[in-house]
């Protein structure tokens, strides 16, 4: 199968025309933009794929191309539902913006591995450059491809770029943080998101804000409630997202009563998770807080609590192959 991209881009293309935005203006300055979407397959067959010559045949509510060599094609726009199972396709053109974690569910059915050519379509404004989408994409295991390019099912996807294991990702009280580290893996077919705080019980306030988060979050994820950190990432048999260390440092300093007692225990902790961190099995990315930018706290127990986690990220930023401060919700790598 040979699958020829005329356009790669969602509704009237990227930059849109007439469109003020940012994205849009920002595209304008990167050369000549994307055109709608557009697909020819053996220069015989375009979408949408009706009247199909001899041999070939639809599936997947018509989304979905099977060639007369056996080759098999999906097209999943957004709003569009793949199919739950079945062999994993050579190619799959996917709009993965608005809800990346789909790739994931194809992933986890076996209809994308790693043969298959997973190519981005339906680009817009909904990312802010040419630059972000790359970004996005390679944490993803996708790629976007210049229109007019052709796609031959005979040759091997192309491997995808190396992801770090070990992600730790700092920033202040809503910096989009933890949302950067849920990006990170949206795509992936499995994820534990490892949650270190209270679940607000009493707490309106804190018990919205975890309700933000678990609804943020892919329904496939499984969560661990747990503050035996080193335990967790020792084990683990799928990547972990930790949110996040400031709240487990904090727990940590409770469980021993360190708050205005001995804090050799808290060190004896952190020495521990940092001996995990460093041996982790599996991909890892943590969310944590950045201290001291801050006003210095007017006690002994806060000043004690922040020299503890300025500490503790310092010694996981030197063992972590990837630390960004993420900052009004754009990451700035360190």
């Given at each position: 199968?040979?699958?020829?991209?005329?356009?790669?881009?969602?509704?009237?293309?990227?930059?849109?025309?007439?469109?003020?935005c940012?994205?849009?203006a920002?595209?304008?300055?990167?050369?000549?933009?994307?055109?709608?979407?557009?697909?020819?397959?053996d220069?015989?067959?375009?979408?949408?794929?009706?009247?199909?010559?001899?041999?070939?045949?639809?599936?997947?509510?018509?989304l979905?191309?099977?060639?007369?060599?056996?080759?098999?094609l999906?097209?999943?726009?957004?709003?569009?539902?793949?199919?739950?199972?079945?062999?994993?396709?050579?190619?799959?053109?996917?709009?993965?913006?608005?809800?990346?974690e789909?790739l994931?569910?194809?992933?986890?059915?076996?209809?994308?591995?790693?043969?298959?050519?997973?190519?981005?379509?339906?680009?817009?404004?909904?990312?802010?450059?040419?630059?972000?989408?790359?970004?996005?994409?390679?944490?993803?295991?996708?790629?976007?491809?210049?229109?007019?390019t052709?796609?031959?099912?005979?040759?091997?996807?192309?491997?995808?770029?190396?992801?770090?294991?070990?992600v730790?990702?700092?920033g202040?009280?809503?910096?989009?943080?933890?949302?950067?580290?849920?990006?990170?893996?949206?795509?992936?077919?499995?994820?534990?998101?490892?949650?270190?705080?209270?679940?607000?019980d009493?707490d309106?306030?804190?018990?919205?804000?975890?309700?933000?988060?678990?609804?943020?979050?892919?329904?496939?994820?499984?969560?661990?409630?747990?503050?035996?950190?080193?335990?967790t990432?020792?084990?683990a048999?799928?990547?972990?997202?930790?949110?996040?260390?400031?709240?487990?440092?904090?727990?940590?300093?409770?469980?021993?009563?360190?708050?205005?007692?001995?804090?050799?225990?808290?060190?004896?902790?952190?020495?521990?998770?940092?001996?995990?961190?460093?041996?982790?099995?599996?991909?890892?990315?943590a969310?944590?807080?950045?201290?001291?930018?801050?006003?210095?706290?007017?006690?002994?127990?806060?000043?004690?609590?922040r020299?503890?986690?300025?500490?503790?990220?310092?010694?996981?930023?030197?063992?972590?192959?990837?630390?960004?401060?993420?900052?009004?919700?754009?990451?700035?790598?360190?």
């Amino acid at each position: 199968m040979n699958v020829l991209l005329t356009g790669t881009a969602a509704g009237t293309g990227w930059p849109e025309p007439g469109c003020p935005c940012a994205s849009c203006a920002v595209r304008d300055g990167e050369g000549p933009g994307r055109r709608p979407f557009g697909v020819v397959v053996d220069d015989v067959v375009p979408f949408p794929f009706d009247d199909l010559p001899e041999g070939y045949a639809t599936h997947a509510g018509g989304l979905g191309l099977t060639a007369p060599d056996g080759s098999r094609l999906l097209y999943a726009p957004a709003g569009s539902r793949p199919p739950a199972d079945g062999p994993a396709y050579d190619v799959v053109l996917i709009d993965p913006l608005e809800r990346p974690e789909r790739l994931g569910s194809l992933r986890r059915a076996g209809l994308v591995d790693e043969r298959t050519h997973v190519v981005a379509v339906g680009l817009d404004h909904r990312v802010r450059s040419e630059e972000e989408l790359a970004r996005r994409l390679r944490m993803w295991g996708a790629r976007a491809v210049p229109d007019g390019t052709s796609l031959d099912t005979r040759r091997p996807a192309p491997s995808p770029a190396g992801r770090p294991r070990r992600v730790l990702l700092l920033g202040g009280s809503r910096s989009g943080k933890s949302a950067e580290a849920e990006l990170r893996l949206a795509a992936e077919p499995y994820v534990t998101y490892v949650a270190t705080g209270p679940g607000g019980d009493g707490d309106a306030e804190w018990a919205a804000r975890v309700r933000a988060h678990r609804e943020r979050r892919p329904a496939h994820w499984a969560t661990a409630e747990t503050t035996a950190l080193a335990g967790t990432i020792g084990a683990a048999t799928t990547p972990l997202l930790i949110d996040g260390l400031g709240t487990w440092l904090a727990a940590v300093f409770d469980e021993h009563g360190a708050w205005e007692g001995d804090r050799a225990p808290v060190e004896a902790r952190c020495d521990e998770l940092v001996r995990a961190w460093r041996s982790a099995p599996g991909h890892v990315v943590a969310v944590s807080d950045e201290a001291g930018m801050g006003v210095v706290p007017a006690t002994a127990a806060g000043r004690s609590f922040r020299d503890a986690l300025g500490r503790l990220n310092e010694r996981l930023a030197a063992e972590s192959e990837y630390v960004a401060l993420v900052v009004a919700g754009r990451p700035v790598r360190l």
